[in-house]
C-alpha cells in the first residue's frame, strides 16, 4: 500500500476516534435520597437505569435521612460531644448494616459491602478522636454520597449490570469564588470518560466537589440537582433527567392545597423563579447550568416511571399562569427618608449595605419617600438596620412569605391582574412586585396568611376549588 493511502486511513481513524469521544451522545439521570433510600428503591433505580441502552451518567444523592444524620454528628463534635456523635454514628453504622443485608445476597458481594462499610464507619470513628475543623465537617458530609454509590455500583455487579464508578472528587471542583466552573470540570470529565471508552453507565457521586484549595467541599445542602445539571452542561448531554418522587413540577403546594397538577413544560426562566421562590422540587441554582448550555431538564417520577413528568427547556410550551410557590422565614425592610424625594444616588447607598454583608435582596419596591426590600437571611440583620438608619427610618417585619405567580409572559395575559386581586381580596398585602420579569408577579404577606392565599390562588387561578 502507498504511503498516501496509508496516511488517508490513519487520518481517517483519528478523525472517527474524535468524532466517536466528541458526538458520543449521554444523558444524565439524578436520583435523590428518597430513590435510593430503601434497598428495593435502589433496585427499582438499577431497572430504570437499564430500561434503555442509552450512554449515561447517573448521579445519586445520599440515601434519605443520612446527610442530615452526618450534619447532626458535625455539629456535635463542634461542641466535643463525643458521647452523643459516637452513638448517632453506631445507629447509623446499624443502619447501613441492615441495608446491605437486604440490598445484597451474593456472599462475595456482601463481604466487599461490608468492607466498604468499615472503611467509612472506621473514619467516623477516627474524627471522634482529632480536633473539629470546616475541612472535617466537609469530609464527614462527603460520606453520605460515598456510600450509596458504593452500595448501589455493588448492586450492579451482583445482577451483572456492566458500569463504572467515576468519583466526583476526581473531576468536580470549584474555583476561590466557589463556584462550579463547567469548563474545568468539562476537561476533566472527558478525560475519564475518554478512558473508558466501552463504558455505557457511569455512576457518580452528587453533592460533593472539591474546592480551589483541593478539599473535599460540597455544593451545599440539596446541591445534588446541581451536580446533575453542571455534568450535563459539562457532557452537553441530550437531556438531564431528575428522578424524584413526585410527577413533575406541580401547580401548586399538595402540602396546602388538595388538588394540585403537573406542569408539562416550562422555560427555564419559569423554572428558575419556581424553584427560588419555594418549589422543592429542584434546587434553583441546578437551573442555570441546563439554561446556559441549553441542555432539557426532565423532572420524573420514580414511583410512576411513565408519567409524563415536567419538561424545562428554552420555550416555556404554553402561555398564562403555569404556577405558585412560596416561600417563608422572609424579612421585610422599609427604610423612609424625606431626603429621597428628588435625591439620586439613595438606592445605591441602600443597596451598598447590603452588598456589604453579603445580603442578596429578593423583592425590592419604591415610592417618592422610601424603599421597602426583602432578604431571606436575618444573619446580618443588626448591623444592617443600624447601617441603614443612617438614611432614615427602618422599619422591620419578620416572618413574612413571598407568594410569586410564574408563567410565561403573565404580565401580558389580559385580566391577570384583575383575576389575581380579585382571588386574593380580603388577604392584607405588604408587597407587590411586578414587572421584573415578564413572567413573574410576587407578593410579600405575612407568613400566617399563605395557607389562605395558596389555597385562594388555586381556585382564582387555576379553578382548582378547594371544596
Ligand atoms: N445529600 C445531600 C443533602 O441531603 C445532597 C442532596 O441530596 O441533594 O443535602
Ligand atoms: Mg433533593
Redesign the pocket.
Known amino acids: 500500500m502507498g504511503s498516501f493511502w496509508i496516511a488517508q486511513i490513519l487520518v481517517g481513524s483519528v478523525y472517527l476516534r474524535l468524532r466517536k469521544n466528541r458526538c458520543k451522545i449521554m444523558k444524565v439521570m439524578k436520583f435523590?435520597?428518597t430513590s435510593v433510600g430503601k434497598p428495593q428503591r435502589m433496585k427499582e433505580v438499577a431497572a430504570l437505569i437499564t430500561a434503555d441502552n442509552e450512554s449515561k451518567i447517573v448521579v445519586l444523592?445520599a440515601l434519605s435521612g443520612t446527610t442530615n444524620t452526618l450534619v447532626e454528628i458535625s455539629n456535635l463534635l463542634a461542641v466535643n460531644d463525643r458521647q452523643n456523635a459516637r452513638q448517632c454514628i453506631d445507629s447509623l453504622e446499624q443502619h447501613y448494616n441492615h441495608f446491605v443485608g437486604e440490598l445484597l445476597t451474593d456472599i462475595n458481594i456482601v463481604q466487599k459491602a461490608q468492607r466498604v462499610l468499615a472503611e467509612h464507619f472506621e473514619f467516623l470513628s477516627i474524627i471522634l478522636k482529632i480536633s473539629f475543623s470546616e475541612a472535617l465537617n466537609k469530609d464527614i458530609l462527603a460520606q453520605g454520597e460515598l456510600l450509596s454509590t458504593k452500595l448501589f455500583s455493588l448492586y450492579l455487579e451482583e445482577i451483572k449490570v456492566p458500569h463504572k464508578l467515576l468519583p466526583a472528587l476526581d473531576f468536580m471542583t470549584l474555583d476561590t469564588h466557589d463556584e462550579p466552573q463547567v469548563g474545568t470540570i468539562k476537561v476533566k470529565l472527558a478525560q475519564q470518560l475518554q478512558r473508558n471508552p466501552d463504558i455505557k453507565i457511569f455512576i457518580t457521586q452528587g453533592f460533593i466537589t472539591r474546592n480551589a484549595k483541593g478539599e473535599v467541599d460540597n455544593l451545599k445542602r440539596?446541591g445534588?440537582?446541581y451536580t446533575a445539571s453542571l455534568i450535563a452542561a459539562a457532557i452537553n448531554a441530550s437531556v438531564c433527567e431528575i428522578w424524584?418522587d413526585i410527577d413533575g413540577m406541580h401547580n401548586n403546594d399538595p402540602r396546602i392545597v388538595s388538588i394540585t397538577r403537573p406542569i408539562e413544560q416550562m422555560s427555564f426562566e419559569e423554572a428558575a423563579e419556581l424553584a427560588y421562590f419555594g418549589a422543592k422540587i429542584l434546587?434553583p441554582a441546578s437551573i442555570w447550568p441546563a439554561q446556559f448550555y441549553n441542555v432539557p431538564v426532565r423532572l420524573l417520577n420514580t414511583m410512576d416511571a411513565s408519567a409524563k413528568g415536567t419538561l424545562i427547556t428554552e420555550q416555556a410550551g404554553s402561555t398564562g399562569v403555569k404556577a405558585v410557590a412560596a416561600k417563608d422565614y422572609i424579612t421585610a425592610i422599609r427604610i423612609k427618608s424625606s431626603r429621597m424625594l428628588l435625591a439620586y444616588g439613595f438606592l445605591r447607598k441602600v443597596f451598598e449595605v447590603f452588598e456589604k454583608y453579603k445580603t442578596s435582596i429578593d423583592m425590592i419596591t419604591t415610592s417618592e419617600v422610601g424603599v421597602s426590600v426583602t432578604i431571606d437571611s436575618d444573619i446580618f440583620l443588626p448591623e444592617i438596620r443600624k447601617e441603614l438608619e443612617a438614611f432614615g427610618t427602618v422599619e422591620i417585619d419578620t416572618n413574612q412569605s413571598i407568594v410569586s405567580i410564574v408563567g410565561n409572559e403573565i404580565n401580558d395575559t389580559p385580566d391577570m391582574m384583575r383575576r389575581l386581586f380579585d382571588a386574593v381580596s380580603g388577604i392584607p398585602v405588604r408587597m407587590v412586585s411586578y414587572g421584573g420579569s415578564r413572567h413573574n408577579v410576587s407578593l410579600l404577606i405575612a407568613r400566617a396568611y399563605k395557607e389562605q392565599m395558596l389555597q385562594a390562588l388555586n381556585a382564582g387561578l387555576f379553578g382548582l376549588d378547594e371544596s
Open positions: 435523590g435520597g444523592s440539596g445534588s440537582d424524584t434546587h
